[in-house]
Each structure stands twice: as C-alpha cells, then as structure tokens.
C-alpha cells in the first residue's frame, strides 16, 4: 500500500459536510463510511478526508475539539494540475456554500494559489506550481 493520508475532520453535520466535499469533487469511500458518524471523501487514491462527528472524533483525541471558524489548528493544501483547476475547485467551493478566499490569493508565475473554508471553518488551500520555475525562483539573489 502506497503512504496514504487520512485527514480527520470534527464536523457538526456529517451529511452536510459529506455533499460540501461530493461537490467540490471528492469521492465517498464507502468502505470507511456510515451512515451516521463518519463520511471517507477521496480526493485521490492516497489523499482522504474523514468527516467526523464531534462524538466520534472524541473517540481519537481527549484534547478539546476546535471551533475551525474562530481558531486555526492546521493549514490543508491541495495541489492540483493547473491555474484554471485551482478556480475550479474554488469555484465548486462557492457554489457549495463555501467561504471563499479567507487567506491571501498566492498568484505568482510560478505558483497560484486560493482558499475556502468548509461549512465547520476549515480551511483548504488550493494551489497550483510549476516546480522547476519556483526552484529557479528559490535560486535567483535577492534583490533589494
């Protein structure tokens, strides 16, 4: 099995969340889903999101559980293939009922990059980079 990542997420409203997620384009996996506490969306065959009830992720962590709109615990970022794939997914995002571009927009010419916040508050970005030309950018002096 190749490293596979399982974010975990505490939200409020499995089902809600679950459509949130289907609509900006992950997956169900059912094989890691209920019907009633937990929701397994797959962005791709090694990056997971589970959406968890707040009884349910207690079951993980005895640590207090966030509120994701009023305190920042994690930074999530997406690659993604392109620029115009960056506003598409933003774009399902806002259509989704998402809250659009809570961070800085990142738009360089190699990188490009925005964000939403889920229906709980949390935050994804969605980025976009051209590898070699950051690495070259990374090398250029400084100028003042």
């Given at each position: 099995?190749?490293?596979?990542?399982?974010?975990?997420?505490?939200?409020?409203?499995?089902?809600?969340?679950?459509?949130?997620?289907?609509?900006?384009?992950?997956?169900?996996?059912?094989?890691?889903?209920?019907?009633?506490?937990?929701?397994?969306?797959?962005?791709?065959?090694?990056?997971?999101?589970?959406?968890?009830?707040?009884?349910?992720?207690?079951?993980?962590?005895?640590?207090?559980?966030?509120?994701?709109?009023?305190?920042?615990?994690?930074?999530?970022?997406?690659?993604?293939?392109?620029?115009?794939?960056?506003?598409?997914?933003?774009?399902?995002?806002?259509?989704?009922?998402?809250?659009?571009?809570?961070?800085?927009?990142?738009?360089?010419?190699?990188?490009?990059g925005r964000s939403f916040e889920d229906p709980d508050g949390h935050m994804w970005g969605v980025s976009w980079m051209d590898?070699?030309?950051?690495?070259?950018?990374?090398?250029?002096?400084?100028?003042?």
């Amino acid at each position: 099995m190749p490293k596979t990542i399982f974010i975990s997420l505490p939200v409020s409203d499995v089902a809600r969340s679950t459509a949130f997620y289907q609509a900006i384009g992950a997956v169900r996996n059912e094989a890691f889903s209920d019907d009633r506490t937990a929701s397994c969306m797959a962005f791709s065959d090694t990056i997971n999101a589970m959406l968890m009830t707040h009884e349910k992720y207690r079951h993980f962590t005895t640590k207090n559980i966030a509120d994701a709109r009023t305190t920042s615990g994690a930074l999530i970022c997406l690659f993604v293939d392109s620029r115009q794939a960056v506003d598409d997914m933003i774009g399902k995002a806002k259509a989704a009922g998402g809250n659009l571009d809570p961070s800085p927009v990142d738009n360089f010419d190699f990188m490009y990059g925005r964000s939403f916040e889920d229906p709980d508050g949390h935050m994804w970005g969605v980025s976009w980079m051209d590898v070699e030309a950051a690495a070259k950018a990374m090398a250029a002096p400084a100028t003042a």
